[in-house]
T-cell receptor, first 111, second 117 residues
């Protein structure tokens, strides 16, 4: 079983739609959860960072962590064509431990 | 976020040649550098971890004699792919961290796309 599972998509939505991206994980020691956006041929860009369970909101982006279910989500409201990218989830137990990444979900927002 | 640069951004080379990729942290001192490899439609795979002034620690399955990592300063790390072959064609991404961080966040360089003919 992989440490982190993420549906690779591709996911295609119309402009203005709400997008839901998800990852599941198996290691209960994970405490730090991140979402990255990666445009084609570019390095990942940190979008959201969450510690432990709960929600975090930043503009059109909301990250949710449910540690009891080992499930994290990223919601994008009022999606824009510029949101078209691959979204990677990542997590770590912290304290210098290795980060584990999902395979990434490819998102296309159609104008 | 942290400012990280990589050079070159794209390189094409012949099989058997060596390629050096540079990673610079521009606005902080990187005591630790992570090097990742990403194949098309796949996630990032950690290749090695290096601490400034020390030898790198390689992940299982990564040949240390093929992927030479130098981390001689707090702002520069290099990855040299020696005797490159077509199967080494990939997207290589560095991720520096500073000693003051607790590895709770990671920032990445823009990546270097290597194509070996």
């Amino acid at each position: 079983q992989k440490e982190v599972e993420q549906d690779p998509g591709p996911l295609s939505v119309p402009e203005g739609a709400i997008v839901s991206l998800n990852c599941t994980y198996s290691n209960s020691a994970f405490q730090y959860f991140m979402w990255y956006r990666q445009y084609s041929r570019k390095g990942p860009e940190l979008l959201m960072y969450t510690y432990s369970s709960g929600n975090k909101e930043d503009g059109r982006f909301t990250a949710q962590v449910d540690k009891s279910s080992k499930y994290i989500s990223l919601f994008i409201r009022d999606s824009q064509p510029s949101d078209s990218a691959t979204y990677l989830c990542a997590m770590s137990a912290g304290g210098g431990n290795q980060f584990y990444f999902g395979t990434g979900t490819s998102l296309t927002v159609i104008p | 976020g942290a400012v990280v640069s990589q050079h070159p951004s794209w390189v094409i080379c012949k099989s058997g040649t060596s390629v050096k990729i540079e990673c610079r942290s521009l606005d902080f001192q990187a005591t630790t550098m992570f090097w990742y490899r990403q194949f098309p439609k796949q996630s990032l795979m950690l290749m090695a971890t290096s601490n400034e002034g020390s030898k790198a620690t390689y992940e299982q399955g990564v040949e240390k004699d093929k992927f030479l990592i130098n981390h001689a300063s707090l702002t520069l790390s290099t990855l040299t792919v020696t005797s490159a072959h077509p199967e080494d064609s990939s997207f290589y991404i560095c991720s520096p961290t500073s000693g003051s961080s607790s590895y709770n966040e990671q920032f990445f360089g823009p990546g270097t796309r290597l194509t070996v003919l």
